[in-house]
């Protein structure tokens, strides 16, 4: 079976990946950079990695906690269904990124992709032009779900915005962008149609949806920030509605991600649109869940006598 995906158009050179499954940025391994990962583990199996995002300057992130439940590996297998995190993009800077890690995925056999978040729109380019003539990733994927200091608003909460970033990267970069949205906005098709317009190659949809978790017995949040970002299965409905929606909006590939835990949900999403899934949660609780997914999908694909998975994509009958 040809589970072959493009992830971007010619006009940035294409990017095939070898199958639609990959590790979401900030979840790769248990600290996003890949510890705790088996040294063997078959990451060129998979269509590609995203370490976790990097911002201008190194970042220590939020207070503790960080975690609800404090272990996703406890938390899936009892039951729970609500994950939380406010990690606060921990991170050590782009500068290390490029010149520290880079070299590392360089050596690594698996497609990986880089993951940005900045803080203005010239900080975008900024950001962008430090990946000039760095190698050891073959895409970039812009995070945007995090605030422009000059008025707070998220960048993906605005087309405006939206805009400005993925412009600005575009013009430091010819890499495949990718545009990672927020799922909270009224209407997923105007920030779709407006990183399309700017530049973006792809669309990642979607990051976390600000939630809140009371323990009633103490009557503090579970977080130390309070609010926090859901994850898991109770996000997949949501994401799975956006990127049907971004899918019948514009025609640049679509890369599902929430609540990807099992390979018929990964079918599920290729069906509402999506050509390729990201697997976050799901990884934190098993790191052995990416390969997982990806073998249930084949032997899915398989018992359906698909031929090449390009034949399902968009193929959900939704009234
Ligand atoms: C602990 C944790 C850290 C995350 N860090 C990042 C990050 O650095 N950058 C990013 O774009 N998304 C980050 N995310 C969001 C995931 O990439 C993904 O979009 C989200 O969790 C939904 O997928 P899931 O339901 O499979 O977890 C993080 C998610 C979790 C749970």
Redesign the pocket.
């Known amino acids: 079976m040809d589970l072959t995906v493009n992830l971007a158009p010619e006009r940035s050179g294409g990017l095939l990946l070898s199958n639609p499954v990959m590790i979401?940025?900030?979840?790769f391994g248990y600290d996003?950079y890949g510890r705790g990962l088996d040294p063997g583990a078959p990451l060129d199996s998979l269509g590609a990695v995203?370490p976790?995002?990097f911002t201008r300057r190194p970042r220590e992130g939020n207070p503790e906690p960080r975690?609800f439940p404090s272990s996703f590996r406890e938390g899936l297998a009892a039951g729970e269904t609500t994950?939380l995190?406010s990690?606060g993009?921990t991170?050590p800077g782009i500068e290390a990124a490029m010149s520290d890690l880079a070299p590392i995925w360089d050596e690594m056999d698996a497609n990986m992709v880089m993951?940005m978040?900045a803080e203005s729109p010239e900080q975008w380019e900024e950001m962008a032009s430090f990946t000039r003539g760095v190698s050891g990733f073959v895409a970039i994927?812009l995070?945007l779900?995090c605030p422009n200091v000059d008025d707070g608003a998220m960048f993906s909460h605005q087309p405006r915005l939206t805009e400005a970033a993925v412009a600005g990267a575009r013009r430091q970069t010819k890499l495949p962008l990718w545009a990672?949205l927020s799922p909270n906005v009224p209407d997923i098709t105007e920030i779709a149609h407006a990183a399309v317009g700017a530049g973006a190659d792809a669309l990642?949809i979607?990051?976390?949806i600000p939630a809140l978790h009371i323990d009633v017995d103490t009557g503090e949040a579970v977080l130390g920030t309070g609010y926090g970002?859901l994850?898991?299965p109770a996000?997949?409905p949501i994401?799975m509605a956006l990127v049907h929606k971004a899918a019948q909006a514009v025609s640049v590939p679509i890369i599902g991600?929430?609540?990807?835990m099992t390979g018929r949900h990964a079918a599920e999403y290729l069906l509402a649109g999506a050509s390729a899934v990201?697997?976050?949660?799901?990884?934190?609780a098993d790191l052995n869940a990416p390969f997982r997914i990806l073998a249930e999908l084949e032997a899915l694909l398989t018992e359906w006598e698909i031929a090449s998975v390009s034949e399902i994509i968009g193929k959900a009958e939704v009234a």
């Open positions: 979401a940025s900030g979840t996003g995203l976790k995002t975690w994950f995190n990690i993009l991170n993951s978040a994927e995070n779900s990672k990642t979607s990051n976390t970002g994850s898991g996000l997949r994401a991600v929430g609540g990807v990201q697997v976050g949660s799901a990884n934190l």
